[in-house]
């Protein structure tokens, strides 16, 4: 099994590149990849199934393409990419040619792409043609003339746009040598490999971690669902995230297995791969289990489930668990970390322990993952192995002031009590200031800026949502959404004044 070594004590000096290679030695034709279904109406490619060998071929032949354009070790590359199998490509190539990746939401404009790649320095931009209707290479191109340090915009599909340089040779048949990345000084593990994006109540914050990190964080779920070696999973979680980084990348090559990759959510396309790939594992955004269960598409082959809780003050009132499949909640926390718990035989949420969280709890021979504390602000706090400690760009500020850890404790923002006689903590209300639609984060208080200056007279507000959490609902002119497109902004934000037929 991959874990093999991942737990002993040269753990720290494992890389995923590494983890790979050793499922590509052991299951060289065996398949590895897996696109959406419908990956041809969403980026206009046929759908794609990749073998272990192909895949070592395509994320080599990446690499040489990043190095060949004169990029340099400890480059970061912007990706923003749909769920399918170029996602998976574009950021382990990423890696091996000794670069940081840079996953970024695929419902990020002009504005917030600017403002996170303005602040790491980032010099390319790995995307698409296109993304259902929404032109991704031209958003890129306009991104890079706001930056003067983006120098490359490169990209999957067809119809490119003049400048941007195609990616579509790297799934070729031709042979090439293995790529071998240039040497680095100190452990490669220890060096940062992703910075993903969070948004608190101070704004706009690079989150990095290297290699042992984001292993952490896929590490703390695998033990947890008790996953076996060689599964087939089926991750609807996009890697433009820690979670999803640690959720879908981390949790296959872990398991040395096959990632069938979805996008969406479409009901239509995960019922055809369910019964496809007969995956035994499935990852899921938490509010699609209600109604997945209900629609009868939970069951068959799936074994275990894993529900990413993006809004985790929410778990403690979930329904209770009645399906076949083993259920394991995700509690995530911005990006700062994530806490496993699998649900117990009265199918109720677990609590969160306030201390040392070990996987897989109740278990023997189980490891430390996470301690949790409560901070003089009455919030949580997470300490341990996937917990970001180091700050992006380095020396940009103090780990105190950027969300990552100071003295290995970082502050999740998300407001907790103790819960009396029973060592446990309860979550009340998620950070201050943020409204949170889904994967994505704003501050209001600039969601509020962005649209007075689209039209001084429109009014826009967060209301609950049963399956995104909130919901943002404006009330404006019909040239509101259109002047907010333009202006470059979140299409959530421009969403919230589209005409609503009348009842």
Same mark, same amino acid.
């Given at each position: 099994m991959i874990l093999n070594g991942t737990l002993?004590?040269?753990?720290?000096?494992?890389?995923?590149?590494?983890?790979?290679r050793r499922a590509g030695v052991r299951h060289a034709d065996a398949l590895a990849l897996i696109d959406p279904p419908n990956a041809e109406s969403l980026t206009g490619r046929s759908p794609q199934r990749l073998t272990y060998a192909e895949a070592d071929r395509a994320i080599s032949m990446l690499a040489a393409k990043l190095r060949g354009l004169g990029l340099q070790t400890d480059t970061v590359v912007a990706m923003q990419l749909a769920n399918t199998v170029d996602s998976v490509i574009a950021l382990l190539g990423v890696l091996r040619a000794g670069m940081i990746a840079a996953p970024l939401p695929l419902l990020w404009r002009e504005q917030e792409m600017v403002a996170a790649l303005g602040r790491i320095g980032a010099k390319a931009i790995l995307t698409s043609s296109r993304v259902g209707a929404n032109a991704q290479a031209e958003i890129a191109m306009r991104v890079a003339a706001e930056l003067f340090p983006i120098r490359y915009i490169c990209a999957f599909g067809d119809d490119l746009p003049d400048g941007v340089m195609p990616l579509d040779e790297t799934f070729g048949s031709l042979p090439t040598e293995s790529f071998q990345p240039a040497a680095r000084l100190g452990p490669a593990a220890a060096h940062v490999a992703a910075v993903t994006f969070d948004v608190t109540g101070d704004g706009l914050i690079p989150v990095a971690r290297n290699h042992t990190e984001l292993i952490a964080g896929g590490l703390a779920a695998f033990l947890e669902g008790s996953l076996a070696a060689d599964s087939t999973i089926?991750?609807? !979680?996009? *890697?433009?995230?820690? +979670? =999803?980084?640690?959720?879908? !990348?981390? *949790?296959?090559?872990? +398991? =040395?297995?096959?990632l069938s990759l979805h996008h969406g959510f479409d009901p239509a396309a995960f019922t055809e791969q369910t019964r496809a790939h007969e995956s035994s594992i499935v990852v899921l955004p938490a509010p699609t289990l209600t109604p997945l269960t209900d629609a009868g598409l939970l069951g068959g082959p799936i074994k275990t489930i894993l529900a990413l809780w993006r809004a985790p003050e929410q778990l403690a009132t979930a329904a209770p668990w009645q399906g076949d499949a083993r259920l394991v909640d995700i509690a995530s926390f911005g990006e700062v970390g994530l806490l496993p718990a699998r649900r117990g035989s009265d199918g109720l949420p677990l609590p969160v322990p306030y201390g040392a969280i070990l996987a897989p709890r109740g278990a023997s021979g189980t490891i430390a993952v996470a301690e949790t504390m409560r901070t003089e602000a009455g919030t949580l706090a997470l300490r341990g192995p996937m917990v970001p400690t180091q700050p992006f760009p380095p020396g940009a500020k103090q780990a105190d002031e950027d969300g990552t850890a100071l003295?290995?404790?970082?502050?999740?923002?998300?407001?907790c009590r103790i819960e009396p006689g029973t060592g446990t903590l309860v979550l009340t209300a998620p950070p201050a200031g943020i409204t949170a639609i889904g994967y994505y984060r704003f501050r209001?208080?600039?969601?509020?800026?962005?649209?007075?200056a689209a039209d001084p007279a429109a009014v826009v507000v967060a209301l609950p949502d049963a399956l995104l959490g909130q919901r943002l609902a404006g009330s404006a002119g019909a040239a509101t959404a259109s002047e907010l497109q333009v202006r470059g902004y979140n299409a959530l934000i421009a969403g919230a004044f589209r005409p609503r037929a009348c009842a």
């Open positions: 002993q004590a040269d753990g720290h000096r494992t890389t995923l590149d590494d983890l790979f089926l991750s609807a !979680i996009p *890697l433009a995230s820690f +979670a =999803g980084i640690a959720l879908t !990348i981390m *949790l296959w090559l872990l +398991a =040395g297995g096959t003295d290995g404790l970082a502050d999740t923002g998300f407001a209001q208080r600039e969601v509020d800026a962005a649209v007075a």
